[in-house]
């Protein structure tokens, strides 16, 4: 029987974080062998959610997705009927995972989302507490460090497209 390393939180893992706050968990992570920025960690999700930002970056086209006929809920309870779905490797320092991503053309600040399915995959732990994801990796526990400050650009960001001072271009995108 292995031993797994403990995963956990502590006030030590604060440090750095600049209080009161209730920020999202954004991290980047290594995405189709891209390093992305501005990944949300939604452990309240059930999918991996790949945004229009990303996957033009990507130069991926309609061919590369699989069919995905279910429609989603966006955050804003609004209808959202994907394009598609697409497996890529998700890549968190050295421990990598496929990841099936629903592709939509929606509005988001984000270039992806990570859900559930994928903290089980690597066996990690989130805390929004402490804006980390802990996993283990051998005999060692790795630590994904959250970015405070790409949060609040992203809160930002929506605030501005919700009151439309911002042009969306992403209604006028064909993925």
């Given amino acids: 029987m292995e031993v797994q390393p403990a995963l956990s939180f502590s006030d030590e893992d604060k440090v750095g974080i600049l209080q009161l706050y209730d920020d999202a968990l954004m991290v980047t992570l290594n995405i189709g062998g891209y390093d992305m920025n501005r990944v949300l960690v939604d452990q309240g999700s059930n999918v991996e959610i790949m945004y229009?930002?990303?996957?033009?970056?990507?130069?991926?086209?309609?061919?590369?997705?699989?069919?995905?006929?279910?429609?989603?809920?966006?955050?804003?309870?609004?209808?959202?009927?994907?394009?598609?779905?697409?497996?890529?490797?998700?890549?968190?320092?050295?421990?990598?995972?496929?990841?099936?991503?629903?592709?939509?053309?929606?509005?988001?600040?984000?270039?992806?989302?990570?859900?559930?399915s994928w903290l089980h995959t690597m066996g990690a732990v989130s805390s929004t507490l402490h804006l980390k994801v802990e996993y283990p990796l051998g005999d060692l526990v790795e630590?994904?460090?959250?970015?405070?400050?790409?949060?609040?650009?992203?809160?930002?960001?929506?605030?501005?497209?919700?009151?439309?001072?911002?042009?969306?271009?992403?209604?006028?995108?064909?993925?």
């Fill in 143 to 175: 630590k994904l460090i959250g970015s405070q400050s790409m949060a609040r650009q992203c809160l930002v960001a929506t605030i501005r497209h919700q009151t439309g001072s911002e042009s969306s271009a992403f209604a006028e995108r064909d993925l």
């Fill in 52 to 116: 229009p930002d990303l996957f033009k970056g990507m130069k991926l086209k309609p061919k590369d997705l699989a069919c995905y006929n279910s429609p989603l809920i966006g955050f804003d309870g609004k209808i959202v009927f994907p394009k598609g779905q697409i497996i890529l490797p998700v890549q968190a320092r050295l421990e990598v995972a496929e990841v099936n991503f629903i592709v939509v053309d929606a509005y988001s600040p984000y270039t992806a989302i990570v859900a559930r």
